[in-house]
């Protein structure tokens, strides 16, 4: 194809979400998300634009966060690409995607390789998301906040506030999840999902039930809401906070 002249910065014109294929997706966005390394490697040898982004805003390294690809991840890093940009919907790293997507080997292939990338809100989407307890304990081994709070980007906080403010009216649990959310910290925000092992996993790692999120609920308080298991709410009662360092 190359030597039809084919162009290996050809990108998608439009979205194909049953494939997880967005509009701006390059050849090379392609093959980081789905791991088809080879191809990866070929392309960044025939000089593909490392800094292209979909219409999202993803790089391809973002991209092989999604797709959980480890070895794509190094591929990338090794290649040049910026592990510090940011996408567009939630101006976050690849971390927070790969986190927001469950993928643990990829998260651990930036970590591993970025020991400085920022870790904000890794550890709530951990808990939002598909993230789970392992994401979350190699975060906290990286060096992630326990007690950090939840403050989104400015345009997303105004869509959260909206919704919660519609939500609010029909008092349901979604509504009070919602409302909730702002200046939480991993810790009530695992409660508000529900994701009572990860919630386990912080108070066990000392997290500090006692912060209050911009409501002024703290942890236990939210537990109870949330029924949680009995074992979570004797844990926050009988919680020891360990200071930890941002």
């Known amino acids: 194809m190359l030597r039809l002249r084919a162009n290996v910065n ?34 960044l040898h025939e000089n593909a634009m490392l800094k292209t982004r979909d219409s999202l805003g993803c790089t391809p390294l973002h991209r092989a966060g999604i797709g959980n690809n ?24 690849a971390l927070f995607v790969t986190c927001a997507w469950g993928n643990l080997q990829a998260a651990e292939a930036l970590m591993r390789n970025v020991p400085d990338l920022d870790k904000s809100m890794s550890l709530h989407v951990a808990g939002i998301g598909n993230g789970g307890a392992e994401i979350m304990a190699a975060l906290l081994l990286g060096g992630a906040d326990i007690n950090e709070p939840f403050i989104q980007p400015w345009h997303v906080g105004i869509k959260f506030q909206v919704a919660a403010k519609i939500l609010n009216l029909t008092r349901s649990r979604f509504a009070y999840t919602v409302s909730n959310l702002d200046h939480c910290t991993p ?29 002024g609920r703290r942890a ?27």
Do not use: R, W
């Open 187 to 215: 810790l009530i925000c695992a409660l508000l999902m529900e994701s009572f092992d990860c919630a386990a996993l912080l108070i066990a790692a000392g997290a500090d039930p006692t912060i209050p999120n911009k409501n």
């Open 10 to 43: 050809d990108k998608v014109t439009k979205n194909y979400s049953h494939f997880h294929i967005e509009k701006g997706m390059s050849l090379l966005h392609i093959a980081a998300q789905f791991g088809c390394n080879a191809t990866l490697k070929f392309l």
């Open 70 to 93: 480890a070895e794509g991840v190094q591929i990338l890093l090794k290649a040049g690409c910026n592990p510090h940009q940011l996408e567009k919907m939630t101006c976050s790293n």
């Open 220 to 246: 236990l308080e939210v537990a109870q809401e949330m029924s949680a298991p009995e074992t979570i709410l004797q844990g926050l009662q009988g919680a020891k906070p360990i200071k930890h360092g941002g």
